[in-house]
């Protein structure tokens, strides 16, 4: 049949019905299994603000203050037909280009506002369940509307939200409604926070008897003699009628999926309250958890009423001991190790905030690579599958909070962060603030003395840190009120504090701020580029060699986390425009190694022979005699270099300065080789190479997974005639794609570029970009070209293989809902069906929402009123009108004029049409039966799709 425009309309009875056929509820015991859903599917977005309509007149305004009748963008009813239509994650503010006129520490990206709207149907089998949204992560601040009621207002870009939508939800054909305003020029740091909802969306489904969200609390804790505890903690609530007895079962399961203990007990969860279940498992001579073996085990927490199971979580744990010594620093499962870890930002290069899971495992795994055994969260809760990532690929973690602020609000997310990552084993320190003003007040430390009573309240098993950058030796500073001492880029006070205050840990949370640029070895401030000789830092950081010296030669400093292990967007110290992004990563922002990548590998992995050798081998004709410094950065006893096959020096390695060399340049083959105890373990070299021939193309992996979010960056680089790589290409790459797969991003590392990060099209730099694909929910071949003008191309083919998809919540076509109705009083008389209604007037007629009968008690007639704004489409064609299973005779009336009619009174759906139309309709349905008989509207009173 004909496609036409069909206006959907959803008709709701509930209120005015119900009041006299009330729904029999049963006090069944409802068990259904726990149902955690995607909602990543399927939004629709508008970029920019939508004010609200001017609210006049009575009517409007009482209308405007009552629940369920959000207007504007947040109303049920409103037409976003013309919105963009995405998954998520998403940040719209890296689709954007740089400005100028921007935040230089937003790294010149416009954010500006946002709207997103999603619609999704429950089953009538939904009815009687507790159903929450959760919101991960969004960009900065938002307000959340299910339903036309706002929900929830989120003060934080980096909390999650958990929703309970239970008493809005509406089931069966009825369609829910979700909307969310985001304001992103709300700024919480002075680095790039991207825009949207950035993270991902669940629909979770349970029982009224349920285990809350975060609500498991298991870490192990050690006894002695080998054994130990896990004083397991339930948390359930009772969304139910009545107060109900439950049951929790929690088992414990070896890493080989065994089972191992279990343990029961029984308490009373009283309706709409929570109660807490404690039991007590023990365990003798666990695996250990740590960097090197990453062991987890599962808590699986079971909950029971009447004998039926009601709700399940499992949850993964480690065993290991932790400690922070005033003398000798940090303990890990007895023995003492020093911390190596990176501090970093979440974005990446071509996609901004909105990282794919994948791609955090990608970043990890570099870092791992490097040597790095631990990761502080720089300054900010990150998501929970990073958390995961680390605890299963032995990462350490610093977990901080990113607002200092002691009122209930921002009590309420510093909670929200110990209750949902104490099970981590990753979690070695809580971090409550970085760098704030106040940390040599009194001020401060009353502040961090109440933010670190919350910690422990919730977890005593960890120490509280506060990251602090001065105050150290004022009369109050809030050093007096943590565990752990957190020294942000203070060298020069490490052993004066020490002695100050010999009884408290200290580490370094923040060090470094060392300047380079990936591939430069002339720094020239004129073009905004420093070299890659670990020569240059901030004025209050240092290098990057002096920085570990400092910690690595003090047995007491636990250890350090370096600022930073990428470049980020944004904070382009020490320059700004036309710099974009920072100079302080190990890495660039796409993951490529600068010099001081292989510095700290040098330095932090004594596992395996490291040498690396810089510069390039490529320098200009005029450079010919000229002296070029040279760097080995290695782990080895000496080190000998040569050109062209004759040895210019052998050094002894220094393991914090390494080695350099002044050689006359020569074009040719440079080469460094490392010896211990006399023996050759490593060798590299660096040669001069022709002009670039062909493109390559390297995948970080050989295949996608086709579940629609895996995804991959892929090496792009030129290669001259004999396969060799060539540093210093610069030129432009263009991409194409086919096959279940999309390029979702682009970057070269290049802290001065202004291309777009979305699109095909990327430069080289200095010899490297990256291309970022993300699968489809298809198999089959990708196949991805790379070309550059003037070289051969190159193709290669990844194979997107058959994978599990998410669990999602089906995506509904845009649904106009007018689910404002009123209902007139009962007539004996017909009466006009055009009356006005008075603006004052809140009372003759009655509001309503659903499907039901009507009872015509001593009457024939009685008439439904509702306004809507047809969408545009049906603004310009029209469309039709759908009422379903009506009973009774009924007349349909839009701006006083009859379109349509049902003469019979038997069940049928009516269906007529409207005509195009512009602005405010008012629709009224005249529903005529017999006296005391009963007319109905079956279902729901909506148009759209084809008839």
């Known amino acids: 049949m004909k496609r036409k425009y069909i206006l959907f309309l959803l008709v709701m009875f509930i209120g005015f019905v119900n009041s006299i056929y009330p729904m029999q509820q049963s006090d069944n015991v409802v068990t259904v299994a726990r149902e955690v859903l995607s909602l990543d599917k399927g939004w629709r977005f508008h970029q920019g603000d939508i004010p609200f309509p001017v609210i006049k007149g009575h009517a409007a305004t009482y209308e405007n203050a009552k629940a369920g009748r959000a207007s504007g963008a947040a109303a049920t009813d409103y037409d976003d037909s013309s919105w963009r239509i995405l998954d998520l994650p998403h940040d719209w503010a890296i ?38 949204l959760q919101f991960d992560g969004i960009a900065t601040h938002a307000t959340i509307w299910v339903n036309g009621t706002v929900l929830h207002r989120n003060w934080c870009g980096y909390t999650s939200m958990y929703i309970d939508i239970t008493p809005y939800a509406t089931y069966g054909d009825k369609v829910n409604t979700i909307a969310v305003r985001v304001d992103a020029d709300a700024q919480e740091g002075w680095w790039y926070e991207g825009a949207g909802i950035y993270r991902h969306t669940w629909l979770v ?50 890493p080989n999926g065994s089972l191992m203990e279990t343990r029961t007990t029984k308490l009373t969860v009283k309706a709409l309250q929570e109660n807490i279940a404690r039991l007590q498992l023990s365990v003798s001579n666990p695996e250990l958890w740590s960097p090197d073996t990453p062991t987890l085990y599962k808590v699986k927490s079971v909950v029971r009423q009447n004998g039926k199971v009601t709700d399940e979580v499992t949850t993964r744990c480690g065993f290991r001991t932790i400690r922070f010594d005033k003398d000798t620093g940090f303990w890990l499962n007895g023995e003492n190790i020093k911390i190596k870890g990176v501090c970093n930002h979440q974005d990446h290069a071509g996609v901004g905030v909105a990282m794919p899971d994948a791609l955090w495992e990608f970043r990890l795994r570099k870092l791992k690579e490097m040597g790095v055994n631990a990761y502080r969260a720089a300054h900010n809760p990150t998501s929970k599958e990073f958390m995961a990532l680390c605890d299963s690929m032995g990462i350490m973690v610093l977990d901080e909070n990113r607002l200092f602020n002691t ?20 979690v070695i320190l809580w971090s409550v603030f970085n760098e704030e003003p106040m940390q040599g007040t009194e001020n401060g430390y009353e502040m961090v003395r109440r933010m670190c009573a919350v910690v422990k309240e919730m977890d005593t098993t960890r120490p509280v840190t506060a990251a602090m950058n001065g105050g150290f030796f004022s009369e109050y500073n809030v050093s007096q009120a943590v565990d752990v001492g957190g020294f942000n880029y203070q060298i020069g006070s490490y052993d004066r504090f020490h002695a100050q205050s010999p009884e408290l840990p200290l580490i370094s949370s923040e060090d470094g701020s060392a300047f380079m640029v990936r591939g430069e070895y002339k720094t020239d401030k004129s073009k905004n580029i420093f070299d890659s000789y670990d020569s240059a830092s901030t004025g209050w950081g240092a290098t990057h060699r002096r920085a570990w010296k400092e910690v690595a030669t003090r047995p007491w400093m636990a250890g350090c986390f370096y600022w930073t292990g990428f470049d980020y967007h944004g904070e382009p110290t020490p320059f700004k425009w036309p710099s974009v992004s920072s100079f302080f990563g190990i890495m660039d922002l796409c993951g490529f190694p600068k010099s001081a990548y292989y510095l700290h590998q040098a330095q932090w992995r004594k596992d395996i022979p490291v040498l690396e050798l810089i510069p390039h081998w490529n320098w200009p004709a005029d450079s010919v005699g000229k ?36 050689v006359p340049y ?152 007018l689910d404002k109705w009123i209902v007139s009083p009962l007539f004996r008389e017909r009466p006009d069906v055009n009356c006005r209604l008075e603006d004052y007037d809140m009372n003759s007629w009655q509001p309503f929402a659903g499907t039901g009968t009507i009872k015509l008690e001593n009457a ?22 759908l009422l379903q299973q009506v009973v009774g005779k009924a007349e349909v009336w839009l701006n006083n004029r009859k379109i349509g009619s049902k003469m019979t009174k ?19 349905v005249l529903l005529t039966g017999e006296i005391n008989s009963v007319v109905e509207l079956k279902g729901n009173v909506m148009t759209g799709g084809e008839y």
């Not at 009122?407 to 990753?426: A, I, K, M, T």
């Not at 990060?757 to 990327?762: I, L």
């Open 407 to 426: 009122s209930p609000e921002y009590v309420r997310q510093l909670q929200w962060l110990v209750r949902r990552d104490r099970n981590c084993p990753s």
């Open 906 to 924: 038997r069940k049928e759906d009516l269906l007529v049409e409207f005509p195009a139309v512009k602005g405010e309709c008012d629709l009224r």
């Open 666 to 817: 020569k074009p040719g083959r440079l080469e460094a080789v490392g010896y211990k105890n006399g023996k050759i373990v490593s060798r590299a070299k660096v040669e001069t190479t022709g002009k670039p021939v062909q493109v390559c193309l390297t995948p970080y992996r050989t295949q996608l997974s086709g579940d629609g979010r895996d995804a991959m960056p892929i090496t792009v680089e030129v290669l001259d005639s004999k396969g060799r790589h060539v540093p210093t290409a610069n030129e432009m790459v263009e991409f194409t794609i086919a096959g279940p797969a999309k390029i979702i991003g682009l970057g070269n590392g290049d802290p001065n570029n202004h291309e777009p990060e979305k699109g095909n099209m990327r430069s080289l730099f200095n010899g490297l970009a990256q291309v970022i694909i993300q699968s489809t929910e298809e198999t089959g071949e990708i196949r991805l070209t790379a070309e550059v003008q003037g070289l051969k191309s190159h193709t290669i083919i990844i194979q997107s293989a058959p994978a599990a998809l998410v669990p999602s919540v089906a995506v509904e076509k845009p649904l106009m809902l």
């Open 627 to 662: 002296p070029i410094k040279v760097m080995a950065l290695n782990n080895a006893d000496k080190v000998k270099l040569i050109l062209n096959g004759k040895t210019i020096s052998e050094q002894q390695v220094d393991p914090y300065e390494m080695n350099t060399w002044m």
């Open 95 to 132: 689709e954007g280009r740089v400005d100028s006129t921007a935040n230089l520490s937003q790294g010149y990206y416009h954010r500006g506002f946002g709207w997103y709207r999603r619609q999704f149907r429950l089953s009538s089998e939904d009815k009687g369940k507790h159903l929450e």
């Open 205 to 254: 489904k349970r029982s009224p008897l349920h285990i809350v969200t975060d609500g498991v609390f298991a870490h192990p804790v050690k006894k002695g003699n080998g054994q130990w505890e896990i004083p397991a903690e339930i948390s359930l609530y009772n969304s139910g009628k009545h107060s109900v007895e439950g049951e929790v079962e929690v088992s414990l399961y070896a």
């Open 860 to 881: 024939q007639y009685v008439l439904l009123r509702t306004t809507f704004v047809p969408d545009r489409l049906q603004q310009e064609k029209g469309g039709n009108i």
